[in-house]
Nanobody
């Protein structure tokens, strides 16, 4: 499966953005998926995960209550709604998918992901 992230940009602190991840090549509903991010000078970190059906989700503590992950399997697309953004959210955001995860599982480790999209840059100005 090929993944393409989009929706990044420059936003003021307190603002919102919605990222999209479009999947192509294979049936996206067969993959658990998630978002990761990498800030300048830091390692890539987990942000949010979603199960194949979208019923199960999981968030990093740093974004819980502010970010919402969702997916529309009919459109082969995953989303990340980001609210109340702050400067610490500045990073390149990557979407990823795991083809081996069971149907009710969320995947939070980057090493377990099989496919990655190119990142989209989110810059939050304070």
């Amino acid at each position: 499966v090929q993944l393409q992230a989009s929706g990044g940009g420059l936003v003021q602190a307190g603002g919102s953005l919605r990222l999209s991840c479009a999947a192509s090549g294979r049936t996206f509903k067969n993959y658990a998926a998630g978002w990761f991010r990498q800030a300048p000078g830091k390692e890539r970190e987990f942000v949010a995960a979603i199960s194949r059906s979208g019923i199960y989700t999981y968030y990093a503590d740093s974004v819980k209550g502010r970010f919402t992950i969702s997916r529309d399997n009919a459109k082969n697309t995953m989303y990340l709604q980001m609210n109340s953004l702050n400067a610490e959210d500045t990073a390149v955001y990557y979407c990823a998918a795991d083809q081996n995860a069971p149907s009710r599982t969320v995947v939070t480790k980057a090493a377990d992901m099989d496919y990655w999209g190119k990142g989209t840059l989110v810059t939050v100005s304070s």
